[in-house]
């Protein structure tokens, strides 16, 4: 039997220069959105929270479409991971190192277009961005993201 473990993220954009920007971390080869494990009696919502502010140092985030969510299908043994989706318009991204490690669990970030940031995920993370885009298109940039979703 295959036990699901849960983590949980946030789809970061920004509006940049007339567009929307997504942010992406990389750790070696491999980009994602910020995200990690929930802890116990933690909320998914909370723990998305807390594993941006610990990955990026990002606090400033709106969840201007309420708490809706997307998960992954079962990956890494049965791992799920659930997204929801905030602008963070202000801030500046900090790679720190990790609470339990003591060292970054990421190489690099950057603020990609929403095109540019699929080139760089997986599939199973590309259905995320795509879920995104879909509720970005709804609102234009600091429009009402009422009966977006």
């Given amino acids: ?6 983590s949980a993220g946030v789809v970061v ?3 940049q220069d007339g567009a929307w920007r997504v942010l992406l971390l990389r750790a070696f080869g491999y ?3 910020p995200k ?3 802890e116990s009696g933690e909320t998914a919502l909370d723990a998305a929270r807390r594993e941006t502010r610990e990955e990026t140092a990002l606090t400033d ?3 201007r479409w309420g708490d809706i969510w997307t998960e992954t299908e079962p990956y890494a043994g049965g791992k799920i991971a659930r997204y929801y989706l905030a ?3 202000s801030g500046d ?3 720190g190192p990790s609470p339990s490690s003591g060292r970054p669990e990421h190489h690099e970030f950057r603020w990609f277009a929403l095109e540019d940031a699929a080139a760089r995920l997986v599939p199973r993370t ?3 961005l795509e879920w995104a885009q879909a509720r970005l298109a709804a609102v234009p940039p600091g429009g009402d993201p009422a009966g977006a979703d």
């Fill in 87 to 89: 602008e963070c318009p």
């Fill in 31 to 33: 980009w994602d959105f």
């Fill in 13 to 15: 954009v920004r509006h």
């Fill in 61 to 63: 985030l709106h969840f």
């Fill in 36 to 38: 990690g494990g929930i």
């Fill in 93 to 95: 991204v900090r790679i």
């Fill in 126 to 128: 590309r259905r995320v």
């Fill in 1 to 6: 039997m295959i036990r699901t473990r849960k």
